[in-house]
């Protein structure tokens, strides 16, 4: 297992939760290191993306101000800080890493990523 997602589960709405993305092996070495989610019936989306060399960060129209997405690079860890979250967050959350580094023209397409994660689920209730 080269990334690692976890942290997610249920919450209500307006609630928080913090999912985690743990590198390893080939993938600890990436540079671009995002979050996707993926609802039912629905495509791939991305949420989020972090640049581990420089610390640039990038985000979905629909999750600004309301996510943060951080690195600890000690650790090789990267985090999805979820807040004020929505009915409409419901899906299956991905961490995927690229050898980067992620561009703002098209970090947000999964066809960009080398290394993906199993997957955590995340569901919001009203």
């Known amino acids: 297992v080269q990334l690692q997602a976890s942290g997610g589960g249920s919450a209500q709405a307006g609630g928080s939760l913090r999912l985690s993305c743990l590198a390893s092996g080939r993938a600890s070495l990436k540079n671009g290191v995002g979050w996707f989610r993926q609802a039912p019936g629905k495509e791939r989306e991305g949420v989020s993306c972090?640049?581990?060399?420089?610390?640039?960060?990038y985000y979905a129209d629909s999750v600004k101000g309301r996510f943060t997405i951080s690195s600890d690079n000690s650790k090789d860890t990267v985090y999805l800080q979820m807040n004020s979250l929505k009915v409409e967050d419901t899906a299956v959350y991905y961490c995927a890493a690229e050898y980067g580094p992620p561009r703002d023209t098209d970090w947000y397409e999964p066809y960009d990523y080398d290394f993906w994660g199993q997957g955590t689920q995340v569901t919001v209730s009203s």
């Open positions: 972090i640049s581990r060399s420089d610390g640039t960060t």
